[in-house]
């Protein structure tokens, strides 16, 4: 089988209520969606995303300069493709778009692998989960009043979510720390609850606000500090009893050990498009077990379960409802508020053909 080539759509899927957080209003997903066509009819896919479909144009533009790495490949030997694209990296170097662009190409690789196989990504890796705890982001924002974040913390659990998290960042320190009361109220104490900082904080902040809220049994503080400040992150989890999570804005094998290397993190959460795609999360990961670091990855929840499902370091998948539309699909809970791991070749879900009529840009 060969890969004959590379296609790549478009999309800007519309939310339907904006999503305030503390650095930006998000009003819509821009997409840009691969499919990798193959000589005997298998088609692989992969996608990446920006918020409000900013540089989105220069984005695919890098994705068309990887393309020709994959063509004329063997899917099975979908390594080559990320040897190449990293190779070809090196100019302009191997974090940020660069990374990114390479990401849909090598997520379709994989998903290509499963299919001419017959499985599942997870069983191509070996995986044996089935399901894997599950915690609903993408909700309690800092738009909502404190009876509201109630309202909507119940509600998720009555939808079967075992995990919730809600956003950190208010004018107040007092303020932060009433809602995350609130809310811990609100689903008791056998539900795990996160808390997003959004990058907001300094040192001392978010020592002091962390020192607060742990009374209140947090699960992880996500991203107290701007992302790149790893030092400073690494004396917040020093500081603090309450798990320091972070590494959605990191890119590639380079960030992410630089992060491991400094103690950032007791918790990382590499995000599948900054990592440059599959292969280069899965040497992460297994770095990461080296050094016991345990993982939650960022988004990308139907992908990142097939991998989770291989990987014992995963102790949750994010689900976040942006890409359901596109996938006309959403994520299964089970009795105990996992995320059921698909058992479909590839990634376990395809794109929605009319979804993809619908929003094509």
């Not at 939808?159 to 009433?178: I, T």
């Not at 103690?263 to 959460?269: F, I, R, S, W």
């Not at 990855?297 to 989770?308: D, G």
Request: proline share 6%; with cysteine.
């Amino acid at each position: 089988m060969k890969v004959t080539r590379v296609d790549i759509r478009t999309i800007r899927l519309p939310l339907q209520v904006p999503i305030p957080s503390a650095r930006t209003l998000i009003e819509a997903i821009g997409c840009l969606l691969v499919e990798i066509q193959t000589d005997q009819g298998l088609v692989g896919e992969g996608m990446v995303f920006t918020l409000n479909s900013r540089r989105l144009g220069a984005l695919r533009e890098l994705v068309e300069s990887f393309a020709p790495h994959a063509v004329g490949l063997d899917p099975l030997h979908g390594g080559a493709f990320w040897d190449a694209a990293w190779r070809d990296m090196g100019f302009l170097g191997h974090r940020g778009a660069n990374a990114v662009a390479a990401a849909p190409i090598d997520m379709a690789m994989w998903d290509l692998r499963g299919k001419a196989a017959g499985v599942n990504v997870g069983g191509l890796l070996g995986g044996h989960r089935t399901a894997v705890p599950a915690y609903r982001s993408g909700a309690l924002r800092l738009s909502a009043s404190v009876d509201a974040l109630q309202r909507e913390a119940a509600d998720l659990v009555a939808e079967g979510f075992r995990a919730v998290k809600m956003s950190l960042g208010m004018p107040s320190a007092d303020d932060d720390v009433a809602r995350v009361r609130a809310v811990r109220e609100a689903i008791g104490p056998g539900v795990e609850l996160m808390a997003d900082c959004n990058q907001q904080f300094t040192v001392d902040q978010a020592i002091r606000l962390g020192r607060r809220l742990e009374p209140h049994g947090l699960r992880w503080i996500e991203e107290p500090l701007p992302y790149h400040d790893h030092a400073g992150t690494a004396a917040v989890a020093r500081a603090l009893d309450t798990p320091v999570a972070g590494g959605e804005t990191e890119y590639t094998r380079l960030g992410m050990m630089d992060m491991l290397r400094a103690g950032a993190v007791d918790l990382l959460m590499p995000d599948l498009q900054r990592m440059g795609g599959p292969t280069e999360f899965l040497k992460v990961a297994h770095a990461a077990e080296l050094m016991n670091v345990p993982l939650a990855p960022h988004l990308f929840v139907e992908m990142n379960l097939s991998l989770a499902a291989a990987l014992p370091g995963v102790t949750h998948v994010e689900v976040m409802p942006w890409f359901e539309p596109l996938y006309g699909a959403a994520i299964e809970l089970d009795a105990q508020g996992r995320a059921v791991v698909p058992t479909a070749p590839g990634w376990g879900f395809s794109f929605d053909r009319a979804a993809v009529e619908r929003y094509s840009a």
